[in-house]
């Protein structure tokens, strides 16, 4: 390989470089629907330790969010705290804000995000609200290098259009309880409260 193939080579890698890092700096979240909430949802979990992340994931939620805990682990204690039937958008965000904080590493799996905004489901037109049941998702929370936890099954969440035209989520039922895993199986509720 010559000396001009080489430059030219790594000037088209130097060039895919920096396009990929514009792409990611001048990547703006879409609130704009309940499908483009969740994708920020999991994009906020995966990019946990990204400057900003908790203002970003602050937006996700409305102001009157409310987390309702898998009623399998209601009155269960983590630690010396009894798990109560739900959280506020204050309990929820100093839960997750310890989480992003202390976790060595998070992977949210959403996988029917990937299947697009068809398949996950829209308002009609001049609603209000939307819900969305059953939606399978896997958290993973590592917090070392070998040691973590990791919450599969099922949630529900519900969604509210707000005055600016964006849809942030208003409730998340978690429903993973009784998922039954090969390696320490926690409820999504319960991997939460381990950080709250």
């Not at 010559?2 to 979240?29: F, G, H, K, N, Q």
């Not at 958290?139 to 707000?162: H, I, M, P």
Request: glycine share 6%.
């Amino acid at each position: 390989m010559s000396l001009r193939t080489i430059i030219i080579v790594s000037a088209l890698v130097l060039v895919a470089l920096i396009s990929c890092d514009e792409e990611i700096a001048t990547y703006t979240p879409d609130l704009s629907s309940p499908y483009g909430t969740m994708v920020e949802l999991e994009y906020c979990f995966n990019h946990h330790q990204e400057d900003g992340i908790i203002k970003r994931m602050d937006a996700v939620l409305s102001p009157n969010f409310v987390f309702y805990f898998d009623p399998e682990d209601v009155g269960d204690y983590v630690g010396d705290y009894e798990i109560p039937i739900s959280w506020t958008k204050t309990e929820m965000m100093t839960a997750i804000e310890h989480l992003f904080n202390q976790a060595y590493s998070i992977n949210l799996e959403i996988p029917i995000l990937d299947e697009g905004e068809d398949a996950f489901g829209k308002p009609d037109e001049g609603d209000t609200t939307f819900a969305k049941s059953n939606v399978p998702l896997t958290l993973t929370v590592l917090k070392d290098a070998t040691d973590g936890y990791q919450a599969q099954g099922f949630c529900d969440f519900e969604f509210g259009k707000d005055d600016s035209g964006n849809w942030p989520m208003t409730t998340w039922w978690d429903r993973t309880a009784s998922a039954l895993l090969a390696i320490q199986p926690a409820p999504l509720g319960i991997i939460l409260a381990l950080f709250y």
